[in-house]
């Protein structure tokens, strides 16, 4: 009975302390809610948000960009891409796989897409491939459970209507690289596309917009289940621009299959009316990754289409400088309207011998019959008495070294040599021998066709210093633009010089002339050497520029201007290898400032 | 020896009377709050879990009162006969699963599969509350005298685990050691038995499948599972600690309703619970679990009989175990294993085990003046 007596005892303190440690481990169940929910909660609280909302950028459309007569010639058309989120897919090779059952890609595609994949973070969408079509997607969305990680996307893409003649001046848009990564949330979403080039580039801060952005509450899979809340983003300024997509298709299609380029300007504002550089390329082919094949095609072609002609290649200016000479020697004082020089073909200086191209002279001719005949002894003359300071100098004002802050890429700055110049450049001193040829464009003198029209619109407005560009200006911007001191008097003698090259009997571009209603042309032809011509072929003289190797032709270029009384329109245009000014470049010319001139822009 | 007017049977009215009304509000209490926590994690739906749920308490609360209300004698007279009955059940089960692997382990009863290794549970308290019922306090001191329970106790043990179903094996042999502690049994003998363990261990180690052996070092070390059931805990701590001082409201938790919260109908319950009721409703689901296992040990200091209070301190710990692992585990405190909350999560066999302690307590306590004497079911 004792003993029973002390087995209960035992049994009591032992259930005793058991529930006393079971009491024990209850509290300290709760004292570790408390801290996971208390102590910890903010964090978990956090971690929770995380898990299930999902920020995504919403992308604003790009700007538009318009004709100066509101055509449009870059916009934004719907695009739906297959993406792959590798984190998202417990096998990207089986999952692959299984996609390209459905939308087939090319052994180049996945390539690209597997080295796409490597390089970017597990969680960043790699594309697919994007332009699917309707019948595409609703595959794809159908075998959804067999493709984790791949999610459709609609986005937009840049098209650009105008094709082939808007490429010079628009550029084109691309994938962003990763040094063009910036704090813009808008250049990490996959596929998104910045200016790369042209005016996509130069206005791609007003193009691009403001990003937005959407909260989206997300299931464990990822599943979409509700919108938290949405910022939407500022779409992209559109642009207005100055081209006159008429004259510019007149322009283009005047160069047929030549090389070359052509710009088109307001004299009095600078507005960029044309802008052709030939041959040209569809910028629609950049848009979504231009394809291997395509883009060694405008590498390997020899005319360049990728070099723009216009502001990213200089050429000697030739016989169209003689009008920035002129000029310099009337303003100088050097000559005046009946100050006359005898070409008698050729000219001495010293041991050096100078020819001008009519090898049995002009004559005695004034700077009016020395514009009209581009006669070379003249200009040799005039430039001897200059000197080169002085025609650099009036070169400079009228435009020449100058880009014009027009922001494209690859722009040239051209040359205007002088004697500090060649000083810097060869540690040597001007010879007397390099103002004679300079007199007359060539040389060391290089310059745009940008750089001419500009100087030939300068000249034309009376001396007004326009900068070429592509956005209107402001009345205020307009009433800004400062004259430049040259006399109105000397202008016009040139322009009766320039007029005579194309309207007067035995003018060198006589079967450029035309008249609307009045309005006519004047200008000036440019022929400059590729090479040198040897003394042998000088003495022989028979081998003809259109018999050599396109590659060894002359350059033609011509610079114009109309109407004549009243101008409006300055043109340059360059025709790489092509003979002559006078024979090929003065036509292409005369076409486009006639269309201006009956356009009425 | 005894006294007369104890010993006679109690009636109905009687038993109904000196029912514990207190741990059966406990009960429907915990059992309601389940049923609005399967309803939010259907999305706001009696079905696929609630509305089961329902069904099934109903039946176990019935089985609850019969146990409650049966003579208490027969459970003393058929403490070893239900060993063996359930025991013999272990075995076929255990035989099918080597017969064809992966046979279940199960005997389907149609609203509820009845699993021999969860009846073991109940039945291992009974055996053990007769055996020591049986014996004096020299006898459980002996060596002699704890030799034949010791294997009784190991035996189904190691069924289990050849199930193998760890968690079930462990939490009877916890139980069983809970109890050996209470009769009073030396804490020496448990040091020689963990010593016994570790040498044992290994040969043990030895005979088991290679599935098994995996079973094992999974639930060892949980990073092994390349589910991740690491991925399991983190989001049941995210969960759980979003859900703050009061909780994101009924239906409102957004980890559990957008699953990132596995398994949140079953083991995982008490997250979801938590997420949505926040640290109050958590709270009040623990101590709710803690006052049934306080009135546990409230009714095994008033009854009088030894066997009743071995039944009632057994059971009680089985019950303990059940709530403490499913919550520590939730909690990221012990590793994952598959064992539910009862009353609360989804799932008939796991209620159907712990309805049926919850009636044979009750029936202790109801009975709690009769004096089972050492040998006094020999003269009834």
């Known amino acids: ?601 | 020896m005894y006294e007369v007017n104890f010993n006679r049977k109690l009636s109905l009215k009687e038993k109904f009377f000196s029912l514990s009304g207190g741990y059966v509000l406990c009960i429907l209490l915990l059992t309601a709050i389940g049923l609005f926590t399967l309803y939010s994690a259907a999305g706001g739906s009696m079905s696929p879990w609630a509305q089961n749920q329902l069904i099934r308490f109903c039946f176990c609360l019935v089985l609850m009162f019969v146990l409650a209300f049966m003579d208490v004698h027969l459970y003393l007279k058929y403490s070893y006969f239900a060993y063996f009955v359930v025991l013999f059940l272990l075995i076929v089960v255990e035989i099918y699963g080597h017969v064809g692997m992966g046979a279940q382990r199960w005997i389907d009863l149609k609203i509820f599969k009845l699993q021999p290794s969860e009846l073991m549970k109940i039945s291992m308290v009974l055996f053990l509350a007769k055996y020591f019922h049986g014996s004096t306090l020299a006898q459980i001191e002996s060596v002699k005298g704890i030799i034949a329970p010791a294997f009784m106790a190991l035996f189904p043990t190691a069924l289990i685990i050849l199930q193998p179903d760890l968690g079930t094996a462990l939490m009877l042999m916890f139980t069983t050691m809970v109890v050996f502690f209470c009769v009073g049994v030396q804490m020496w003998k448990f040091l020689l038995l963990g010593g016994g363990a570790l040498v044992f261990a290994p040969i043990a180690w030895h005979f088991l499948h290679d599935y098994q052996k995996n079973r094992v070092l999974t639930f060892l070390n949980p990073e092994r599972d390349p589910l991740g059931t690491g991925y399991h805990i983190i989001q049941s701590k995210i969960a759980l600690g979003s859900g703050g001082v009061f909780g994101k409201g009924f239906l409102g938790g957004t980890q559990s309703h957008l699953n990132f919260l596995p398994e949140k109908h079953t083991d995982f319950i008490f997250t979801m619970l938590s997420e949505e009721f926040g640290l109050i409703g958590g709270v009040v689901v623990i101590l709710l679990n803690l006052i049934l296992i306080i009135y546990g040990y409230m009714f095994a200091y008033r009854i009088t009989s030894y066997y009743g209070k071995l039944v009632v301190i057994g059971l009680n710990t089985n019950y303990f175990m059940y709530v403490f692992i499913n919550i520590a585990m939730v909690l990221g405190l012990l590793p994952v294993v598959g064992i539910p909350l009862p009353l609360i999560s989804y799932g008939g066999t796991v209620m159907l085990s712990v309805m049926a302690s919850f009636g044979i307590i009750l029936c202790m306590d109801i009975n709690r003046n009769v004096n089972l004497g050492r040998r006094s079911f020999h003269e009834d």
């Not at chain 1, 597990?122 to 969305?141: G, T």
């Not at chain 1, 801060?205 to 500022?234: C, D, F, P, T, W």
């Not at chain 1, 802050?405 to 390099?434: A, C, I, S, T, V």
């Not at chain 1, 790489?576 to 001139?597: M, N, Y």
């Open chain 1, 1 to 601: 009975m004792n003993r029973d007596n002390d087995k209960g005892k035992i049994l009591l303190k032992r259930t005793l302390i058991t529930a006393a440690v079971m009491v024990l481990l209850f509290f300290g169940l709760i004292v570790r809610l408390y801290y996971l929910q208390v102590v910890e909660g903010e964090k978990y609280q956090m971690l929770s948000d995380e898990n299930r909302i999902s920020t995504r950028v919403l992308v604003p459309p790009r700007g538009r960009i318009y004709d100066r007569n509101g055509g449009m010639i870059a916009e934004n058309m719907q695009n739906f891409q297959a993406l792959i989120i590798a984190e998202q897919t417990p096998d990207i090779d089986i999952t692959l796989n299984r996609f390209k059952k459905i939308i087939p890609l090319s052994e180049g595609e996945e390539q690209k897409i597997r080295r796409d994949i490597k390089n970017s973070k597990p969680f960043m969408p790699v594309k697919l491939k994007d332009n699917l079509f309707f019948d595409e997607i609703a595959k794809l969305q159908l075998y959804a459970p067999d493709l984790p990680g791949i999610v459709i996307d609609e986005g937009l893409n840049r098209i650009y209507p105008e094709q082939s003649y808007s490429s010079a001046f628009l550029g084109y848009v691309g994938s962003v690289s990763p040094e063009e990564l910036s704090s813009d949330p808008l250049l990490a979403v996959p596929g998104f596309k910045i200016g790369k080039a042209g005016l996509e580039k130069k206005f791609e801060n007003k193009l691009r917009g403001k990003s937005g952005n959407v909260k989206l509450e997300v299931n464990a899979y990822g599943r979409i289940m509700k919108e938290i809340e949405r910022q939407n983003g500022i779409e992209g300024e559109p642009i207005h621009l100055t081209v006159d997509m008429r004259l510019q298709h007149v322009a283009q299609d005047a160069f047929g299959d030549e090389s070359g380029g052509a710009v088109v300007l307001d004299v009095h504002s600078g507005d960029i009316l044309a802008f052709v550089s030939v041959p040209s390329f569809d910028p629609n082919l950049f848009t979504n990754g231009i394809s291997l094949a395509n883009w060694q095609a405008l590498l390997q072609n020899e005319r360049k289409p990728l070099t723009n002609k216009i502001i990213s290649e200089h050429y000697s200016p030739g016989s169209t400088f003689k009008i920035v000479v002129a000029l310099a020697a009337l303003e100088e004082g050097i000559i005046t309207e009946k100050t006359r020089f005898n070409c008698t073909g050729a000219m001495k200086l010293g041991k050096h011998k100078f020819h001008c191209w009519k090898h049995s002279g002009h004559g005695w001719l004034n700077v009016v019959e020395a514009l009209k005949h581009s006669c070379d002894i003249f200009f040799y003359e005039v430039a001897l008495k200059l000197g080169i300071e002085k025609i650099a100098s009036m070169a400079r004002k009228l435009g020449f070294e100058n880009t014009f802050h027009l922001g494209f890429n690859n722009m040239q700055k051209g040359l205007m040599p002088d004697k500090e110049w060649k000083e810097k450049r060869f540690h040597e001193k001007w010879q007397q021998g390099e103002t004679v040829i300079a007199g007359i464009g060539q040389g060391y003198v290089l310059a745009t066709p940008l750089q001419l029209a500009t100087m030939l619109a300068r000249v034309v407005n009376g001396g007004y210093e326009i900068v070429p560009h592509f956005t209107k200006l402001s009345l205020k911007e307009k009433e800004k633009i400062k004259k430049l001191p040259i006399s109105q008097k000397n202008i016009e003698i040139v322009k009766k010089g320039l007029f005579e090259v194309v309207n007067g009997v035995g003018g060198t571009a006589g079967r450029a002339r035309f008249d609307v209603n009045g309005a006519k042309m004047g200008g000036k032809t440019g022929t400059t050497q590729v090479r040198r011509i040897s003394l042998k072929e000088r003495k022989s003289g028979i081998i003809k520029d259109a018999d050599l190797p396109w590659k060894l032709r002359n350059h033609a270029l011509f610079v114009g201007y109309a109407p004549h009384d009243n101008p409006k329109y300055a043109v340059a245009v360059i025709v790489e290898h092509g003979s002559s000014g006078s024979g090929v470049a003065a036509p292409i010319a005369s076409k486009i400032l006639k269309t201006a001139v009956e356009l009425g822009i």
